[in-house]
């Protein structure tokens, strides 16, 4: 069904309006879906005229896109996409500042702890000193990461930890906004065994603390680049501290396609939005802004890779990561992280003049409103 931007308009008033607890009927539902397929493949054809700028674009086996030179793609990453999955260490619940677009958005102060001397391995509570019990029972994974919330919060906790699966030959990397960060703190990371650091430099707009220590941290940690959500203000920091950060020596720019959940959705009230498959929720402008930049770095041949996390990307990771996991054929941890569709924040994008969809019908008879 190719519904038209004005009957997908009318219809998504009209689901906008329902009370949250009613359930849309089977014809009503395919309009849903039908209009998320047009908004979606006007994004495509609107990002694959983008990609034709990038004159070296590159894929890593069909699973994801970026331009540089592989050498220099992240290895946190290639376990993700290629490897057992990168299995998330947790530790620290807090973090020292807010960001519009974090996932845990409005709910900082409430996250729970996850326990006195524990660490969180796969949804299971470690002591350290259980470490060594599962080092040797089960299978090593191509690669751990450390994340949930800032680390630097408590960093002193983490070196006995990544020394340890440092000597088990386990790629580490670590999440970071980089404020607390000192050149103390980096050495000992290095010095404890971490292969990689990646900094949220749009979580400080691009601060000059936080790009210094990003070319501290080449000094002690092999791998250091940059993780940020693809946003506006990133994007026009970045380019007026272009120099000063490309002059860090870092390896990668890893461009995250900004999803949105019912934590921060509401601090991009207004933006054009688009659903990924019926998973994540992004602004438009997210992805653009990504390629956008590729397509800079690879004219002007920066010596780094820039590497399009896409939601793209995301899908790909699960079929991935459930693969390596012996799960049934097809499955993925991809889905929508909202238990009710929010209608009200695709009007922006059906309301848009500039917005159009590829092809229209008209609806047929079984889709109207009764009054039409």
């Known amino acids: 069904m190719k519904i038209s931007k004005k009957d997908a308009l009318m219809w998504f008033e009209f689901f906008a309006m329902l009370p949250e607890d009613e359930e849309l009927m089977a014809n009503q539902q395919e309009i849903v879906y039908a209009t998320f397929a047009q908004i979606e493949a006007a994004i495509d054809h609107r990002n694959a005229k983008l990609k034709k700028d990038i004159k070296n674009l590159k894929s890593l086996e ?19 996409l290629l490897g057992t999955g990168l299995s998330a260490i947790r ?63 408590e960093i002193e906790l983490y070196y006995p930890v990544i020394k340890k699966f440092s000597e088990a030959g386990i790629y580490q990397h670590l999440y970071t906004n980089g404020t607390l960060a000192t050149e103390e703190t980096l050495k000992e990371l290095g010095a404890s065994g971490l292969n990689e650091i990646r900094f949220n430099l749009g979580a400080s707009n691009c601060s000059d603390k936080v790009i210094e220590m990003i070319a501290t941290a080449k000094k002690y940690i092999a791998k250091v680049g940059i993780e940020t959500p693809m946003t506006p203000e990133f994007f026009d920091a970045f380019f007026q501290k272009k120099a000063a950060i490309l002059g860090t020596g870092l390896d990668f720019i890893n461009c995250a396609e900004l999803h949105l959940n019912p934590n921060n959705i509401d601090n991009y009230m207004g933006e054009l939005m688009y659903i990924a498959r019926r998973g994540y ?69 059906l309301r848009d003049e500039g917005f159009e969809f590829l092809t229209e019908e008209e609806l047929p008879a079984a889709y109207r409103p009764l009054t039409i």
């Open 62 to 80: 069909q699973r994801t896109l970026y331009v540089g030179e592989e050498s220099k793609f992240p290895q946190g990453c290639r376990s993700c």
């Open 91 to 153: 530790k620290t619940n807090k973090c020292n500042i807010e960001c519009k677009f974090c996932y845990n958005y409005g709910e900082l102060d409430d996250i729970a702890p996850v326990g006195e001397g524990l660490w969180e391995i796969g949804g299971t509570k470690f002591y350290e000193k259980d470490l060594d019990l599962l080092l040797s029972i089960q299978q090593h994974p191509t690669g751990i990461a450390y994340v949930f919330l800032e680390p630097f919060m």
């Open 281 to 349: 929720i992004s602004p438009i402008w997210s992805r653009e802004l990504t390629l956008k930049l590729m397509a800079i770095a690879d004219t002007e041949n920066w010596d780094l890779v820039v590497h399009d996390c896409s939601n793209d990307t995301k899908f790909a990771r699960g079929l991935n990561v459930s693969g390596k996991a012996g799960m049934w054929f097809g499955a993925s941890n991809y889905s929508c992280e909202f238990s009710r569709i929010p209608y009200t924040f695709f009007l922006p994008i």
